[in-house]
């Protein structure tokens, strides 16, 4: 019994298994996590301000980790934040691959992200909008979406370097905010993919470094 155990700690050894790993280092687990990082786009973010309903607000974050957005930036105001959706304790969760910020206001975070050289995008539908199709998504670029009932606040129109409209054909002039980040990001992908952005890491090797370890104890 001794013996089997002793063998199996150090097959576990072996695989670069840490206290602090719930999963063992596999080559296999290794080379997933630096197959991913190598695509995350560090100059593409997202903004969701006051989106209260915990199923968008999830959804919103497998959009983001299926594009290879790395940072979400969170604003609640109005709205109590949907906190299971943030938590990163399930394993299914999409918000154990995706850095989330907290800010106080619309206003520092987009201090942050102005810090940070983003251009700041606001969904919304203003006489002066443009088509967001039309938007140069290879540009570092921070898209900002709000609350299901009242949209982007008016500090965040008013705040942003630009608003943006998603072009539709119906008589309904809005769609789900989770499915109008998922259009919008995957247009993002496009464009990026088309540059080649995809195809050369985005993060610096400290920076990666840091995340690739982060990953491999969650």
């Not at 309903?53 to 940072?71: E, I, Q, Y």
Request: proline share 4%; hydrophobic share 35%; with cysteine.
């Amino acid at each position: 019994m001794v013996r089997a155990r002793n063998r199996k700690n150090n097959e576990l050894s072996e695989l670069g298994a840490t206290k602090t790993s719930k999963w063992p280092r596999t080559s296999r687990r290794q080379d997933r996590i630096e197959s991913i990082l190598q695509k995350r786009q560090p100059t593409l973010t997202v903004v969701l301000e006051d989106v209260h309903d915990p199923h968008n607000a999830s959804a919103v974050l497998r959009s983001c980790d299926a594009v290879g957005v790395l940072d979400v930036h969170l604003v609640y105001v109005h709205e109590e934040p949907p906190r299971k959706s943030f938590g990163l304790s399930t394993s299914a969760s999409a918000a154990k691959w995706i850095r989330l910020h907290w800010h106080d206001s619309i206003e520092d975070c987009y201090a942050v992200l102005r810090g940070q050289g983003f251009r700041i995008a606001a969904t919304a539908l203003e006489p002066d909008s443009t088509d967001f199709y039309s938007l140069d998504l290879t540009r570092p670029t921070a898209l900002v979406f709000g609350n299901e009932m009242r949209g982007v606040t008016r500090e965040a129109i008013d705040g942003a370097d630009c608003t943006v409209y998603i072009p539709m054909q119906g008589m309904v002039e809005s769609l789900n905010i989770s499915v109008s980040c998922a259009v919008t990001l995957y247009e993002a992908m496009r464009q990026r993919h088309a540059a080649g952005m995809y195809d050369t890491p985005q993060l610096g090797e400290s920076e990666l470094a840091a995340v690739r370890e982060e990953w491999l104890r969650k």
